[in-house]
């Protein structure tokens, strides 16, 4: 096989056309200058419907959790997330919960929630509670006295989407003071 000498035009095109990434992380792509390699890689796994990692949803809308839960809560309730512990959710807005658990899941991406995923708990088996693996749980907030009285809480994490409230949680990372209520 003989080699080709490419003239600097054709070489700038073969580079522009599968791409070139140079010392500061910057990744050069046709009609798409100046992307990190990261939004190249989300670009690639998120905006390809038939890409096997695709996980993310984009049908999921935030603007309910957004609505309920403070940002501090909000991250509170995702470190406890990966951190696969007990989660309840409760809230007189039974319908909202799966938006809401969908939600938060959209958070930990490209993480999956491989424990158990319940929506909405009725009370006939609110002794589900009684389970030691990790959970997400949404109850129905006239239930929530009952779960308190019945259930070891100790170890759980109870978000109350009505009043805006994390209960079990504390931060492991410190919160920058910026995002922090001065209330």
């Keep these: 096989?003989?080699?080709?000498?490419?003239?600097?035009?054709?070489?700038?095109?073969?580079?522009?056309?599968?791409?070139i990434t140079?010392?500061?992380g910057l990744y050069f792509v046709p009609k798409q200058i100046m992307k990190s390699r990261q939004e190249v890689?989300?670009?690639?796994?998120?905006?390809?419907p038939n890409h096997k990692n695709n996980l993310y949803n984009k049908d999921i809308s935030f603007n309910v959790l957004f609505s309920k839960l403070s940002i501090k809560n909000i991250i509170k309730v995702v470190q406890s997330i990966i951190l696969e512990k007990q989660i309840i959710l409760f809230t007189?807005?039974?319908?909202e919960l799966?938006?809401?658990?969908?939600a938060f899941?959209?958070?930990?991406?490209?993480?999956?929630?491989?424990?158990?995923?319940?929506?909405?708990?009725?009370?006939?088996?609110?002794?589900t509670l009684y389970i030691s693996v990790p959970y997400i749980i949404g109850v129905?907030?006239?239930?929530?006295?009952?779960?308190?009285?019945?259930?070891?809480c100790l170890d759980k994490i109870l978000v109350d989407l009505d009043q805006d409230r994390v209960i079990g949680c504390n931060l492991?990372?410190?919160?920058?003071?910026?995002?922090?209520?001065?209330?």
């Design 172 to 183: 492991i990372l410190p919160f920058p003071e910026q995002l922090v209520d001065n209330k």
């Design 105 to 127: 899941l959209q958070f930990i991406y490209p993480l999956q929630w491989r424990c158990i995923y319940i929506p909405y708990l009725p009370a006939e088996i609110l002794d």
């Design 92 to 95: 007189t807005q039974v319908w």
């Design 1 to 19: 096989m003989g080699s080709q000498k490419l003239s600097n035009q054709q070489l700038f095109e073969f580079y522009l056309s599968v791409g």
């Design 140 to 152: 129905h907030l006239n239930l929530k006295e009952r779960v308190l009285t019945q259930y070891d």
């Design 98 to 102: 799966a938006t809401i658990t969908e």
């Design 22 to 24: 140079n010392l500061n």
């Design 41 to 48: 890689i989300t670009d690639l796994i998120i905006n390809n």
